[in-house]
């Protein structure tokens, strides 16, 4: 099973899982404010290891208009099928102040999950 480390916890997670929500399993009360669904990036995440080199366009889409692209992965639109080192969770709602970190998202990649090479999405 692939494990997950975030703000000092490590975790093992089942291959598969929203990496959202397996973040949230650690404790940490990241924000999915549009419930999961790449149209509002305040689930960004920043890696220190274990970064896939696939994302969905939705991901590439909002990153890019967002000026993230390259700084910042989505961690609604990332299945934990390897071992992670988060190094920042961008947004949680004790950072932002938050009553509640948004809708819960799904347990599967919404919208349609198709994972393409980074680097094919550029071109």
Not at 40 to 59: D, I, L
Not at 81 to 106: C, F, I, S
Request: with cysteine.
């Amino acid at each position: 099973m692939p494990q997950l480390t975030v703000a000092g916890t490590s975790v093992e997670v089942e291959p598969g899982t929203r990496l959202v929500l397996a973040i949230e399993a650690t404790g940490v009360e990241i924000g999915h404010r549009c419930g999961g669904h790449a149209r509002c990036t305040t689930c960004r995440v920043a890696f220190a290891e274990g970064e896939p080199g696939t994302m969905t366009r939705a991901e590439y889409d909002k990153l890019s208009e967002r000026g993230l692209l390259g700084q910042y992965r989505l961690s609604c639109q990332i299945v934990c099928d390897q071992d992670m080192r988060v190094a920042e969770v961008a947004m949680t709602r004790e950072n932002q102040g938050w009553t509640d970190t948004g809708p819960a998202p799904e347990p599967t990649v919404t919208p349609e999950a198709v994972f393409h090479p980074i680097d094919e999405l550029r071109s």
